[in-house]
């Protein structure tokens, strides 16, 4: 009989080798292709990070003129694609709505779902980073009842993605560069992170060789949840809930219990047992953020700061190595940007998706690649005999 390892979680085993990101989560460390991601937040801007994510260098500026136009020529969606999104509930949460229409994509693109065509997977790949800005704001406007705004190709991406969730038919949105600048920032830090579970969920998906698009609607589906990608929603919310720093120490008692399920949203992760090298940087953009908005004693950043300082100095977050987390800050820089809660994860999403495509990429163009079949230690009941209905 075969003898298999029991590891749930998958805490210590590795699904596959990848060149693309590495964490050393003693340290708090997190390198895309080697490089430190607080410089890559600093220095470069999210379609240059798409770009070396996906091809494992940085591009030279013709190669980056090059992409930066072949995404462009690809952020429109096909127009029946808006009977899609119509066909939702009005009331639907955003994510619901891009898992159904970014599975929808094999259906509306067939050209490009031929993977054992190298020219068929870039254009997949393309056409996936370019086209998620526009179905996250879609699928923002059409749940609050406002007309699609189409992609404006004059705009960089971060830019492009605010004009088309804040401009209306009547107004114009002027993108404050410093708003676009943190939008790219927030994309930056989210494009990659290694065998997460939606990134495990797109190779999985991958490995049996289904088309990329279904394969990535399956990320995003992952994704939703809140120890996840949904951690970001969950997050504001408790922050919300706390209301003000002088209830943060009952919350943080209520964590503590073991008897009680909650957990500190944004606190916590499961390689990173250092400070996440990433809330640093969010931490910064979302002080930048609400310096430019004039938002002053904001009762929700002045909840987090004394969340963030009473848990690192308490012993049970101490012993435990929690820290906070990439979503920690992210959400506060998102409402005040102006988007509602519900829309904090469908912007994980389309910043993960070239992390996704990527891993996905690396993994159709490994020989070794294999379908991914996890074992199981089966523990119901051994062999016997069926009972007839009357005799139980
Ligand atoms: N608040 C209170 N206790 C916690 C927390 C928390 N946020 N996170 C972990 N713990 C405790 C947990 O109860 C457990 O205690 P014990 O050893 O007594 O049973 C111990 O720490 C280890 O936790 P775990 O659940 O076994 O660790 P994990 O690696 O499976 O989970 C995690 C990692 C991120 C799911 C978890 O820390 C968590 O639920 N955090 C809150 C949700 C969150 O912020 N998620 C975003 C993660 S970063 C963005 C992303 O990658 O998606």
Redesign the pocket.
């Known amino acids: 009989m075969d003898v298999f390892t029991y590891d749930p979680?998958f805490?210590s085993t590795a699904s596959c080798e990848s060149t693309i990101t590495f964490i050393d989560g003693d340290k708090g460390e997190l390198l895309y292709r080697g490089y430190p991601i607080d410089q890559l937040a600093e220095k470069s801007h999210f379609l240059e990070v798409c770009y070396l994510l996906l091809f494992g260098e940085l591009p030279n500026a013709a190669q980056l003129e090059d992409f930066e136009n072949r995404v462009t020529r690809h952020t429109m969606l096909h127009e029946q694609m808006v009977y899609f999104f119509r066909g939702f509930r009005r009331d639907a949460h955003p994510m619901a709505v891009m898992c159904g229409v970014v599975g929808a994509m094999s259906a509306f693109y067939h050209d490009s779902t031929d993977i054992t065509d190298p020219w068929q997977r870039e254009v997949a790949q393309i056409r996936l980073i370019a086209k998620m800005p526009t179905i996250a704001a879609w699928a923002y406007k059409y749940s609050i009842g406002q007309p699609f705004i189409y992609p404006r190709n004059d705009l960089d991406y971060a830019s492009n993605f605010l004009h088309m969730c804040f401009a209306t038919p009547c107004e114009e949105y002027v993108v404050d560069p410093i708003l676009a600048r943190a939008m790219d920032r927030i994309m930056t830090l989210h494009a990659d992170?290694e065998q997460?579970?939606?990134t495990s969920t797109v190779r999985l998906a991958g490995s049996s060789h289904a088309n990329p698009f279904a394969c990535i609607a399956a990320g995003v589906a992952s994704?939703w949840g809140?120890?996840?990608?949904g951690?970001?929603q969950?997050?504001l919310e408790m922050l919300r809930e706390i209301g003000s720093p002088d209830r943060v120490d009952e919350y943080v008692k209520k964590?503590?219990d073991?008897n009680d399920s909650?957990?500190?949203?944004?606190?916590?992760?499961?390689v990173y047992k250092n400070y996440?090298p990433r809330a640093k940087v969010m931490q910064e953009t979302a002080k930048e953020v609400l310096d430019l908005l004039g938002v002053k004693d904001n009762p929700i950043l002045q909840t987090a700061q004394a969340l963030e300082k009473r848990a690192l100095e308490d012993e049970?977050?101490i012993s435990?190595k929690?820290y906070p987390?990439?979503?920690?800050y992210s959400g506060i820089i998102l409402e005040a940007m102006g988007f509602p809660t519900a829309m904090f994860t469908p912007i994980?999403a389309l910043s993960r998706t070239v992390g996704w495509i990527s891993q996905w990429k690396e993994m159709i163009e490994d020989p070794v690649q294999k379908i991914g079949r996890p074992r199981q230690l089966y523990t119901g009941a051994p062999m016997r005999d069926y009972i007839d209905i009357e005799k139980r």
Do not use: I, Q, W
């Not at 809140?226 to 990608?229: D, Q, S």
């Not at 987390?325 to 920690?328: A, G, P, S």
């Open positions: 979680g805490t992170h997460n579970a939606s994704l809140p120890a996840h990608g951690a970001n969950a997050c964590a503590e073991k909650f957990r500190l949203m944004g606190f916590g992760h499961r996440d049970y977050f435990k929690l987390n990439v979503d920690f994980f």
